[in-house]
């Protein structure tokens, strides 16, 4: 593949991503909500690249001990030598940096956005259509270390991309959100153990410090959403 694209990071010219947004989580962990990352025609251009391009697989995955397909396709890359990736009970095949040439342009997007980031590994994901999702979990295999940076870029159909704090071990704070009355909940939106992001076409959410060992995300099912949704999440294998 020959094609490469110019990555633009800094569209607006202004030397900073602008409207980059960052939420403090508490007990370090942070978020970085960046929308434009790259331009729409840029990320269009991407989309297609992957989408047709990527060797796409639906893997069967073991979870809580039973069997089943996840829920959306998956690709997986990383630099030589890293230690191998297993989750769930499956380990991907790991593809090389230089077999998908346009990654090495997004890569290099994401570190100038993020100076001193040296992504190394990546997980794709495509959700074609709005039952396509990922549940609940936290990105925290050992593999990562125990404050990993993951850089999430996403492309084509917007989705909602949900955190909720884990449940605290303490019994004083022993109050999630799945053993509390509805009446006793706090509107969603104003309540700071959940939080909800848009992740839009060109857009990088970043997440990093403690928030797996603390936090949970999940890009629930959505009956409106109908076309595909490509994901990459960059992470940085020691
Ligand atoms: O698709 C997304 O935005 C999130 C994907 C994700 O959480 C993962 O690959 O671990
Ligand atoms: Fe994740």
Known sequence: MSLRFKAISDPDGSGSNSKEQKMDLGNGSEVVYVPRLLTSDESWKFFDYLNKEIPWIRPTIRVFGRSHVQPRDTCYVASKGLPELIYSGYQPHAYSWDDFPPLKDILEA???????????????????????????????????????????????????????????????????????????????????????????????????GYTQRDWLHSVPKRAKAEATRINLTFRYVP
């Open 110 to 208: 994401v570190h100038k956005a993020l100076p001193g980031s040296t992504f190394n590994s990546l997980l794709l994901n495509r959700y074609k259509g709005g039952n396509d999702n990922v549940g609940w979990h936290a990105d925290d295999e050992k593999l990562y270390g125990s404050t990993p940076e993951i850089a999430s870029v996403s492309f084509g159909c917007e989705r909602e991309f949900l955190m909720k704090k884990k449940p605290s071990k303490s019994s004083q704070e022993r109050r999630s959100d799945d053993d509390e009355p509805v009446s006793k909940r706090l509107k969603k939106s104003s309540n700071p153990d959940h939080h909800s992001f848009t992740l839009k076409h060109g857009s990088l959410l970043v997440m990093r």
